[in-house]
């Protein structure tokens, strides 16, 4: 059915609308658009047509997922499993407890070329106070600082780090317990070059046999969460999204619903096979 109206939204005077009206629904009215898909989307309760919602679901996953990713490669302190080798570096070390440590820039570096930059690239880490070698070493991750020191203090272990493998300002490491368990984290860059300089350092002594259990000690969800959760859920939050964001009827919707459910299931499997096979535990020597 085609009406001629007058109006300035839009359109102009005298162009040519779509109408339509549900004959069972009378109270719904009368529906018009310049486009027919407009008023179709309209009369199925659409908030948006179906070609759009896949524009929405991308920036979603943009806006979502990307930065996920993004912290989950560069931020996040969970690493592959990885077996010491005699190129590393190890500090036989004791935990005295919590505290904190002032980062500051080198003197020469860019980041200290005057006192503005000296200031915004200063940092004061939240970390693990170990004692080795006759020196104060800070040790930092993402974990609850006064519990891990409650938790560690007096007891020994290793200090272990491969010189290359470093994030921005730090140096990943491992801290490695007599008794068995391991923190992953880091060390300043400017610590670790001051205990390699200054000699206090013991030769790596590999033992790819060993495995130690990771601990928690209060560290955010992504951090103990393996990959196939997180990965699970982020497809069940991409379903949930999809199914909200176009309200039609098809059989899509039945496939769409099962993948939310069944795949953080399927993460959550997996995560429990492989604690049962492994222990959950990083090679370490």
């Known amino acids: ?77 969970r690493r592959p499993k990885r077996t010491v080798g005699p190129d590393w570096k190890a500090l036989r070390v004791t935990v005295t407890g919590a505290g904190k440590h002032t980062d500051v820039p ?29 020196r104060q070493v800070p040790f930092h991750s993402q974990m609850d600082g006064e519990a891990a020191g409650t938790a560690l203090a007096g007891v020994h272990g290793w200090l272990l780090w491969h010189p290359q493998q470093r994030r921005g300002r730090d140096v990943l490491a491992e801290l490695v317990g007599d008794d068995g368990w391991q923190l992953p984290g880091a060390v300043p860059v400017q610590v670790a070059e001051q205990a390699e300089e200054a000699g206090v350092m013991a030769p790596a002594q590999p033992d790819p046999e060993r495995r130690v259990q990771t601990l928690d000690l209060g560290a955010g969800w992504l951090v103990t969460a393996s990959a196939p959760v997180v990965v699970g859920l982020a497809v069940a939050l991409g379903c949930l999204t ?14 769409t619903a099962a993948a939310g459910v069944l795949t953080p299931l399927v993460g959550f499997i997996a995560q429990v096979v492989a604690r049962m096979d492994h222990g959950d535990g990083h090679a370490a020597g």
């Not at 109006?7 to 310049?34: K, Q």
């Not at 920036?59 to 990307?66: D, G, N």
């Open 106 to 134: 080198p003197p020469g570096s860019p980041e200290a070329a005057d006192e503005k930059k000296r200031r915004e690239n200063t940092r004061t880490l939240r970390c693990l106070v170990l004692e080795g070698g006759g």
């Open 242 to 255: 999809a199914l909200l964001l176009i309200p039609d009827s098809g059989a899509w919707r039945l496939w």
């Open 1 to 77: 059915m085609r009406f001629e109206a007058t109006t300035n939204f839009r359109r102009e005077v005298g162009s040519d609308l779509f109408v339509a009206y549900v004959p069972t629904h009378p109270e719904l009215g009368a529906i018009g658009d310049d486009q027919r898909e407009d008023v179709e989307r309209q009369l199925a309760g659409r908030a948006v047509q179906f070609g759009d919602s896949w524009t929405i679901g991308g920036f979603w996953a943009l806006a979502t997922l990307a930065p996920l990713g993004y912290w989950w490669k560069n931020e996040s302190p």
